[in-house]
């Protein structure tokens, strides 16, 4: 109930002074149905049939404005509540604004933001830069295409974070993100800016010329390095990424390196809380992936189609390492109705061969899914 209420005074309260500032309402709601069907060796098969929301778009209402400071000075903020649209429930874990709530500074200078966004290397955000610019179905369609599909899944938001975008030179982008704390809603005892808590440290490039963009990425989590903290060594990733716009058809490729990762693919490969050093720390997956795909206008609309392969493997105490490859084919396609109204649907087939050591059976996934998206 107080949640409700602080969200209704919330938006009287900017709806009040929109007449005073640039302020722009807007939002996505999508919604459709999934069939997945999983297929383990050694077990029956397990087959669901769901109501799924945030397919295409992630669900949202969000809240943007800019004031003119003169002097080539801007202010602006970035308030965008999540929600899952079958519930009605907040996404994020519960955050009224999970999405995005920066308050940013512009000049020419650059851009400078601070507050909660997404870290670069994904695919929805202000700063996010590894989306549909260097992937068919940029962050995936539900689980279909997503370019994490076959590499780790580090690709989140973050609270308390600093970011910083440079002015353009000659088509080129840089970037430098800093997070002084991660989750501070699920973190409720780390010190920001501390080692008691996780961080983030990113840099990234885009570059555009013509019908040619390219993405470059190096980042880190600075896990918690207190008595008692879970993870060994910080994960360390680098993704690059391209696409080339041929005018009939667009290709486009992305790949990521990564050590000391949480988990590896849609499968979810990760190191068991068991597997631990001898001094309690959690082992990290170390591997790399890499999808290629295409974009082609056909009857109107947006037919994809993409490969992806991936490699992960985390040690074992007095064995071989545990290993997983993993092959994902995608296929999909967007018509839209309007300007604001599309209907998609999209299949996946996903392939996962463990080695001995995973003691985990070959794991088959299937999933089809169908959705309408409308935005406002």
Not at 88 to 95: H, I, K, P, S, Y
């Given at each position: 109930m107080n949640k409700h209420l602080l969200a209704a005074a919330l938006l009287s309260a900017?709806?009040?002074?929109?007449?005073?500032?640039?302020?722009?309402?807007?939002g996505v709601v999508d919604t459709g149905f999934s069939f997945k069907n999983t297929?383990?060796?050694?077990?029956?098969?397990?087959?669901?049939?769901?109501?799924?929301?945030?397919?295409?778009?992630?669900?949202?209402?969000?809240?943007?404005?800019t004031e003119d400071l003169g002097n080539g000075f801007k202010v602006g903020f970035v308030l965008e509540n999540g929600f899952n649209e079958d519930s009605?429930?907040?996404?994020?874990?519960?955050?009224l604004f999970g999405r995005e709530a920066i308050v940013y500074l512009d000049g020419a200078f650059?851009?400078?933001?601070?507050?909660?966004?997404?870290?670069?290397?994904?695919?929805?955000?202000?700063?996010?830069?590894?989306?549909?610019?260097?992937?068919a179905f940029s962050t995936g369609w539900g689980g279909v295409g997503n370019w994490a599909n076959v590499t780790n899944g580090n690709a989140a938001r973050y609270d308390n974070t600093i970011t910083y975008r440079s002015p353009a030179f000659a088509g080129l982008l840089l970037y430098a993100q800093y997070s002084m704390k991660t989750d501070s809603k699920s973190d409720t005892t780390g010190t920001e800016n501390k080692a008691s808590t996780d961080r983030y440290y990113g840099l990234g490039a885009t570059y555009r010329n013509g019908a040619f963009n390219a993405v470059a990425i190096?980042?880190?989590?600075?896990?918690?390095?207190?008595?008692?903290?879970?993870?060994?060594?910080?994960?360390?990733?680098?993704?690059?990424?391209?696409?080339?716009?041929?005018?009939?058809?667009?290709?486009?490729?992305?790949?990521?390196?990564?050590?000391?990762?949480?988990?590896?693919?849609?499968l979810s490969f990760a190191s068991p809380a068991a597997n631990t050093t001898t001094d309690g720390k959690l082992r990290g997956v170390d591997g790399y992936g890499f999808n290629v795909g295409v974009n082609v206008p056909a009857f109107g609309g947006i037919a994809k189609a993409q490969i992806g392969w991936g490699h992960g493997e985390y040690e074992v105490e007095g064995s071989q390492d545990a290993e997983l490859d993993i092959l994902a084919l995608s296929a999909g396609y967007i018509y839209n109705f309007s300007k604001r109204t599309a209907v998609y649907c999209a299949a996946d087939f996903k392939t996962g061969d463990y080695n001995a050591a995973a003691k985990t059976g070959d794991t088959d996934v299937t999933e089809v899914i169908v959705g309408l998206t409308h935005r406002f």
């Open positions: 900017l709806a009040t002074s929109a007449f005073a500032a640039n302020v722009t309402l807007y297929s383990v060796d050694g077990a029956d098969d397990v087959r669901t049939f769901q109501m799924k929301t945030n397919q295409q778009a992630g669900n949202r209402v969000g809240l943007k404005g009605g429930e907040l996404a994020q874990n519960g955050r650059g851009q400078v933001a601070f507050g909660r966004t997404s870290q670069l290397a994904a695919g929805v955000g202000s700063y996010a830069i590894s989306g549909g610019a260097v992937n190096v980042d880190s989590i600075n896990y918690k390095s207190t008595e008692g903290s879970a993870r060994e060594d910080d994960a360390v990733s680098v993704f690059v990424g391209g696409g080339y716009d041929f005018g009939s058809f667009k290709i486009l490729a992305n790949g990521r390196w990564f050590q000391d990762a949480a988990s590896f693919s849609a």
